[in-house]
């Protein structure tokens, strides 16, 4: 079929579409490192603008840190830039292995599998270790790439409620007769930023006899007291079966994603999972710079800690000023404002004052609960922090909502 | 036909809906397009209106369409236990 302009008229009717329904999304281009001060050119063309980075996963601040980029560079020199090849035939240096280990050693698990993503990782390990015979349980806000993952795999699926471990207990009891039964959760869930009760997950599994996974993408590296992940933060080390995790966020934040867990469960996706056999190996430069990053989080518990600091000051600001944020202890501080034009039109007011933050809307969130999703990072300082809520306090202000509850923002800007 | 519709509502209602959840639902509310019932939610209703009714629904017939509101179900579920 040849790419005729009907063809194309189509096309271009579904982007239209896209637009129309106010879902369209722009990429913004930053002309620097990732840290908390950016230069961003938006739009297109226009000037370079110096704003305050609220939105990257950046958690610890390690982006850019230049004991990572030298490692980086070292693992350029003496590894070279890449392999052409998969794992499995020629692509495995020394420093995979290295860094597998500590990954394992970090994690507190028994085995560890690199993947190119956590999003591969997610993709691939689902059909890699259940079948037909199997049960997979979901929290209804797992992330995207777990419900990828899942509809790859045969295993029957079921969700439970959101945290709500009365609704998870019935279905474990609903589905007995199944052979293997897999609870499949967020450690941090990354639009709530709320955690999972892993203690109770992992206590129901042992009651009902099911294998536990947990994404902790938003948590690796900095939730739980030497940062090993919600694990670690709900007293459960070791006894999580299946832990997928990034290297793209708080570990370094360049990609590159893990299977780690029970060493017969990796083993078999080093064995079967589809994105580990049929792409390429992690570029030597990022395992080099991610081994230099699990050095950093290792030695010293100084940057979680001040992110730890950062949250807790951040919250108390927005909760003072009158906004109304969802609960939780993670770096990830949603402010609700349930209204999608409300969130796009306050985070385009916000970028304007200096401050880079997204509002969220349907499909990422569910109707009626659009909001801002700010994060949080080691790299904030106070006075990033103070400037920030200064800013939403008065963009907050013009548009009515300080001290509104939901129920009166809902009366005034609707759904 | 009205029977089938307020077991289903019930069951909607208590699968689906969080406890602080303001939004009514009602007999022709969207319940996919909507935004209230994911796919992988379905297979739970799916299982539900089975035992229930005591049907089989082939995964064919269960597409989201046909579960997109509690009027649609219950006409489905009517045309199940007709044949």
């Known amino acids: ?415 | 036909m009205e029977e089938y519709k307020k077991a289903i509502l019930e069951y909607v209602i208590k699968e689906y809906m969080e406890d602080d959840e303001d939004e009514e639902i009602t007999y022709d509310t969207e319940l996919i397009s909507g935004g209230i019932v994911d796919s992988f939610s379905m297979v739970s209703l799916k299982r539900f209106l089975e035992n229930k009714y005591d049907i089989q629904i082939p995964d064919a017939d269960a597409s989201p369409e046909a579960f997109d509101s509690v009027d649609k179900i219950a006409a489905l579920v009517d045309r199940f236990k007709q044949a």
């Open chain 1, 1 to 415: 079929m040849a790419y005729s302009n009907d063809v194309r008229d189509g096309f271009s009717k579904e982007l239209d579409g896209i637009r129309e329904a106010g879902l369209f999304k722009e990429e913004r281009w930053i002309k620097s490192p990732q840290a908390a001060d950016i230069e961003v050119e938006f739009p297109a063309g226009a000037e370079g603008k110096k704003v305050i980075n609220f939105c990257a996963n950046n958690y610890l601040g390690l982006s850019n840190h230049p004991d990572v980029v030298e490692a980086a560079r070292i693992g350029l020199g003496t590894r070279g830039y890449g392999l052409s090849s998969v794992r499995f035939i020629c692509g495995t240096q020394d420093i995979h292995g290295h860094l597998e280990h500590r990954l394992t050693e970090f994690l507190g698990t028994e085995d560890t599998l690199l993947f190119p993503s956590c999003m591969d990782a997610n993709a691939g390990v689902f059909e890699a270790l259940l079948g037909d015979q199997d049960i997979m349980i979901a929290d209804r806000l797992v992330h995207a790439s777990i419900v990828d993952g899942m509809r790859l795999c045969k295993a029957m699926r079921d969700t439970y409620k959101h945290s709500n471990m009365e609704h998870l207990e019935e279905k474990l009891r609903d589905h007995q007769d199944k052979r293997i039964r897999l609870i499949i959760t967020d450690g941090v869930f990354s639009m709530d930023g709320d955690l999972a009760k892993l203690d109770e997950i992992v206590a129901l599994a042992e009651k009902y006899d099911a294998m536990v996974f947990v994404d902790d993408s938003h948590a690796s590296g900095f939730i739980g007291k030497t940062g090993r992940g919600t694990h670690e933060h709900c007293g459960v080390l070791g006894q999580i079966d299946i832990i997928t995790t990034t290297l793209g966020k708080a570990l370094g934040g360049a990609s590159g994603g893990c299977v780690s867990g029970r060493k017969e469960l990796v083993e078999l996706c080093r064995q079967r999972a589809r994105p580990y056999l049929f792409s390429n190996t992690v570029a030597p430069v990022i395992v080099s710079g991610a081994i230099k990053v699990l050095d950093l989080v290792s030695a010293t518990t100084e940057r979680r800690d001040k992110l730890e600091w950062n949250t807790k000051f951040w919250r108390d600001g927005l909760e003072k000023m009158g906004l109304d944020i969802k609960a939780g202890d993670s770096p990830i501080v949603p402010v609700m404002l349930y209204n999608a034009k409300l969130a796009q039109d306050m985070a385009r007011d916000l970028y304007e004052e200096g401050i880079y933050v997204v509002g969220f809307f349907f499909p990422v969130v569910a109707k009626g609960q659009a909001r801002i999703r700010t994060q949080l990072s080691a790299a904030h300082d106070q006075h990033h922090l103070e400037k920030g809520l200064e800013a939403f306090a008065k963009v907050a202000d013009k548009y009515g909502i300080l001290g509104k509850s939901k129920k009166e923002i809902k009366e005034i800007f609707g759904l």
